[in-house]
């Protein structure tokens, strides 16, 4: 094995009128030693699974308890603050505004086509609907801990409910199925172009995919894994909060580290452009991260 290296360099610039802190970081096996021996919370440190050179910014800080990352069409970055129980919504120009609040320790937010928002309102155990306008109305009731939702290519709202152990599909409130059943604590899930969805087992320690006769088939073992993404190269992204890694799942089911020494991360989302973002709900803020995914 040869030498290997890690330089980060760290710059300050002005972004949207907030200081957006940029690091640099190379380096290969070394750079994911530096993340095993530092540990969670040690600071973005790359790893063997992405190309050198790739690029972290700090794309928002000072958000309380932030997950569930979703981007609109627009460019527009939606995601819930858990603790201080809101929606948040960061505009390309860096603009944040909060388009509904006082929800029960949410996870994750969806949107519709005529532009609604949709709530797992995990405290309260129901899906909240947030209309263009602002008001807020229950859309699900009486769900076991509602921590994921998104809309399936095929228009049905999808929930994982980690409780039950089980991901519902609504066409409606009242046109319920059962999408699939018997998954150990599912919290993400992530559909590429053929239709297979894939599952988070969050107590199971492992991502999983189901086809559309909702049969369950296991794809690697990860411990903790919270929020998954599908890359433009058909690899998953899987977010481990308690070892505060990012790892990518190669169609051969082989896992390698891309980014380490995170505190807390969750729910990895892709923006329009291919670059990669990761809610560092620990440190309360939203990095970005530019490289060949």
Not at 49 to 62: D, K, P
Not at 245 to 250: N, V
Request: a neutral charge; hydrophobic letters at 40%.
């Amino acid at each position: 094995m040869g030498a290997g290296r890690a330089e980060e360099t760290v710059t300050e610039r002005e972004t949207a009128g907030n200081g957006e802190r940029s690091l640099s970081v190379r380096g290969t096996w070394l750079a994911a030693f530096f993340a095993i021996l530092c540990g969670p919370g040690a600071g973005p440190i790359l790893g063997n699974g992405i190309a050198s050179g790739a690029e972290f910014t700090v794309f928002a800080a000072g958000l309380s308890g932030p997950r569930g990352l979703l981007f609109t069409s627009a460019g527009d970055l939606l995601l819930v603050e858990q603790s201080g129980g809101a929606i948040v919504k960061i505009a390309p120009d860096g603009k944040v505004s909060r388009p509904a609040r006082g929800f029960s320790a949410p996870h994750d937010v969806a949107i519709d086509a005529s532009g609604n928002l949709y709530v797992a309102d995990t405290g309260a155990g129901r899906v909240a609907r947030v209309s263009p306008g602002g008001q807020v109305t229950t859309y699900i009731a009486r769900l076991v801990e509602p921590v994921d939702l998104a809309f399936h290519p095929n228009g049905e709202l999808l929930v994982c409910e980690l409780g039950a152990g089980r991901v519902t599909a609504y066409g409606s409130p009242r046109a319920r199925r059962v999408f699939v059943s018997g998954v150990h604590g599912p919290h993400g899930f992530a559909f590429d172009r053929s239709g297979i969805t894939y599952i988070n087992e969050w107590s199971g320690n492992r991502v999983v995919k189901a086809g559309p006769d909702g049969q369950i088939h296991p794809v690697t073992e990860v411990r903790d894994p919270v929020g998954i993404a599908i890359g433009k190269s058909g690899d998953l992204y899987v977010a481990q909060p308690q070892a505060g890694e990012i790892s990518r799942i190669g169609r051969d089911g082989r896992r390698v580290l891309v980014i380490g020494g995170l505190n807390g991360p969750r729910d990895p989302a892709f923006d329009n452009a291919g670059n990669l973002y990761v809610a560092e709900t620990g440190a309360g803020r939203v990095l970005k991260m530019t490289g060949d995914f």
